[in-house]
Structure formats: C-alpha cells, structure tokens
C-alpha cells in the first residue's frame, strides 16, 4: 500500500477582485448589489487533474516553478485544505515541515512552545519531556529556551519549529523549502536528518528549488507546471525536462529584450573624426562623443552611421539561441550594409560580465585584418568554438569602426545571453582541464543515474 495517494486531484480558488465599497447596508441592500459584488468575479486552478503515489519508504521530489501548485500539493497531504475534486490518502503519522513554528505564541518561552507545539503534532507530555533536550540540542538554543519567543531572530524561530517537527518521529515527513532556515552548518544538520530518515525506510514528500537535492535524496519526482503534473519518473530526467523549459523560457525573454534593445536609436556622431575637437563646443555634441573609457560607458548605441549594424543574431548548437552551457559553440552574426563605399573600418566584439569585466575583446583590426572595401549590404560572422565561461549572465559588446576607433556604429551592452552549468565554478573563465592523481588518492564512483 503506497503511503501518499493522490487519485485525480483538484484544487480550485476563488479569487477576488476590488469592488466598490457600499456606503450602508441599507444601500446595497436596496440597489440589490451586495450579492452581485460579494460575488467571486474569477477562479483558478491551483492543481488540475494530478494523481502521484509515492510508496512507503520513499523520498519524493516535487518541483517546478513558484505559483505551479507545489505547495498547495504539501497542504492537501498535509490536512490542512481538501481538495475540489479527487481524492487525497496518506497511510501513516504525518509531520509537515511547511509553515515552521505556526503554532508558537510569541509571549511565552520557547519551552513552553515545544510542548504546546508537539502536543499540535501529535505528541504525549511525557514524549515531548524525552525528547525536549534533543530538540532544543538541534535548534541550537540553549541560552535561550526560556527566552519568550517574541526575542527570538527570524532564524532562531524556524529553527526551533524545525527542531520540533523533525523530532515527532513521523512515518510521512512533509518538507517545503525548510533548509533557508539557518546558516550553513544547521543545512547540513538537516541534511544528515533526512538521510538519517531514509535509511530508517521513513517517507519524504519534498518540495524545493534545489534540484541538485532532489537528484541526490530522491526515488522519484514530478514536475508540475501550471497546477498540472508535466512529467513523473527518474529524478535526472524529471530535472532535466524542467531545467529545459525553464532555458527555453529564458531564451523568449531574452530573444525579447535584444529585439527591443536593437531599436535603439543611434546617438549621431560627426562624420568626420577630425571634427569631434570642434564638436565639443557644440550644444548637445558631447551626447554624440564616443566615451573616453570603453569600460565604463553604459549601455547604449552611437556612431556616424556611415556602416550600420542592422541585425546581431546569437545561434547555439541548434540555431538562435540566448542560454547556452559552457563549452557550447557560439556563433554571433551581425548583418551590416554601408550606403557608400568605405575602405577603412574594423568589427569588433567583447563579452563582458554582469559587473563590468571584460571577459573577453577583439577586432579585426588586433588580429591584423586589414579593410579594403565596403558596400551594400553583408554578412559578418564571429564563431566561437567553445564558450568556455561559467555559470551566468553576459553582456555583448558589438561595432563597427575606422581602425583609429571613430565609431560608425557601436552597440554597447545591447545584447544579453546566458551560460549554464552544472557545474558551479567560480570566476568567469573554464579552461579545459584534467585532473591526475596517484594511486593512493581515489574517489568514489559517480552516480550511476545519467540524464536523457
């Protein structure tokens, strides 16, 4: 017999807009309008037809987006609401680690919290006197137990009601994004506690964003998208599907701020780079001044406009793209047009960090390209083979210049792509690398689990 059931579940809400207010109850009795406006004006659906069976001694990973349904899902198990439709069967002692110290009264000590609260769960006085030096052991407080709990910081109170829910010694443990309640060290304490409860062959319903937990302590996992159950089975997989979506999504938000940032207007600046001297003395020139320091100037566009960048497209492995992983090729495309012919000019490209770091620059002039001709419309390619950058959110540089650096158009921080990684490296850069090691130095073998 599973020790979690959900048959078809449903969960609908009502929601409430404004309404006018009635100026007396007379009033509103008398238009006939306090019906109508204390009428729900739209529903929604939490959950949508989801079924899971999570087996005894199992630990089950539930993730997705916020607003999916997540929580919502923890609180039908838990009791705390019922569900619209369908039906919800747990089989065992149930301890919900969702809302953290929701029974505490802040005038009275944490002492006399822990028996109030682990009655509220289930506990005899005399369990609760077993276990109160474990419980305020794992909170770590100590010099504070007898404190009144209105003195207690933010994570001193979760850490309290995690101490206590923890030790009810449930057959079915609840988590919702419980692990924010302390620094690090007390994580890792809970982290050795639910390792401690699936050895013991207890069941875990656990609900966070952190999906490297979900693959490391989960059998199985569902991802709800929406309020619907989108994919259930093998924790790297469910993760891997869900960790798509969300690039995908990315990439539509990203592909749109580039859309938008490419009809910038260009800042014009005088055609000839001699004049720039004499433009300085001319009301609103200084607008159309290339910056004195490339690496300080904020985003933007400028140039004479003598060649102009019409299109920048970014293309990944499988065409245009804006998220890519590190090591991805990269291939940035500008398509550029001159009206008139023009013999002296460079393209240029630098990727740089959210921060302001140059990552990368060049130009066709560095790498000692020299111009001869340019009109009409063309194409202009820079491939990168491998984008060796870690984890994180770039910004791109793109222009086009006489070799001295005049402008005739340059896009600066106009383009944003993103690197994922597995991986969480620190820095910017991720040469390719190996590690070696002699024989007395060995690690354990990598999770048998591989992604689809």
Known sequence: MPAIELDHVSKVYRRHGRRRRFATLKSALLTGSLVRHLRPDESFSALRDVSVSVPKGACFGVIGRNGSG???????????????????????????????????HPEIS???????????????????????????????L???????????????????????????????LLVDEVLAVGDAGFSLKCLDKFAEFKRRGKTILLVTHGLSMVERFCDEAVWL????????GDPKRVVQRYLTDVEQTEDKHLAAQDAKAQQTPVMQAPADPQALSDASETQGADDAKPPADMFLAKEGRWGSGAVRIQEVTLEGPGGPAHVFHTGDPMTIRMQVSAAHPVDDFAFGVSIFSPDGVCCYGTNTDIEEMRSKSLQGDGEVVFAIERLDLVEGTYKLDVAVHKRDGFSYDYHRLLYTFRVKSRTKDAGIYRPRHVWRFTDNVRFKEPDSRTDD
């Open 142 to 172: 100590e010099d504070f137990i007898d404190a009144p709990v209105k003195t207690y910081s933010s994570g001193m109170y979760m850490r309290l009601g995690f101490a206590v829910a923890i030790n009810v010694d449930p057959d079915i």
């Open 70 to 104: 997540k929580s919502t899902l923890l609180k039908l198990v838990a009791g705390i609401t019922k569900p619209t439709s369908g039906s919800v069967r747990v089989h065992g002692r149930v301890s919900a680690l969702i809302e953290l110290g929701a029974g505490f």
């Open 110 to 140: 944490g002492r006399e919290n822990v028996f109030i609260n682990g009655i509220m769960l289930g506990l005899s006085r005399r369990e609760i006197s077993d276990r109160f030096d474990e419980i305020v052991e794992f909170a770590e």
């Open 225 to 232: 998208e929406a309020g619907e159950s989108r994919t259930i």
